[in-house]
């Protein structure tokens, strides 16, 4: 089992920065791929960054690229999200997953298996 905690969530104006941070727990966290996603109301959760155990290997949401970057530190068995420039749009509740697959170093938009409880993201216009 993966346990996972996210923080970092808040209310920033347009163009500014957050940094997310989860942290996971669980003999295998730090050898599987993590993602973020996130859930405005009304819409469908959706897949923003991911990457892959070692670090190797990302895979960002083309709303995303060029202005969020993942990372991790499994040291610290902590992944963050970087974000900046963020636009009104980017307002949703933000949650951190690790994938099913332990040791895999493609990062997936699907298959992940444990989640956290989320972290809000506003964004004022």
């Known amino acids: 089992q993966v346990q996972l905690v996210e923080s970092g969530g808040g209310l920033v104006q347009a163009g500014g920065s957050l940094r997310l941070s989860c942290a996971a727990s669980?003999?295998?966290?730090?050898?599987?791929?993590m993602g973020w996603f996130r859930q405005a109301p009304g819409k469908e959760r959706e897949f923003v960054a991911g990457?892959?155990?070692?670090?190797?290997?990302?895979n960002y949401a083309d709303s995303v690229k060029g202005r969020f970057t993942i990372s991790r530190d499994n040291v610290k068995n902590t992944v963050y999200l970087q974000m900046n420039s963020l636009k009104y749009e980017d307002t949703a509740l933000y949650l951190c997953?690790?994938?099913?697959?332990?040791?895999?170093?493609?990062?997936?938009?699907?298959?992940?298996?444990?989640w956290g409880q989320g972290t809000q993201v506003t964004v004022s216009s």
């Open positions: 997953a690790a994938d099913h697959i332990i040791g895999g170093s493609v990062v997936r938009t699907t298959g992940y298996d444990f």
């Open positions: 669980g003999r295998t966290s730090s050898s599987r791929t």
């Open positions: 990457i892959s155990w070692r670090g190797g290997s990302t």
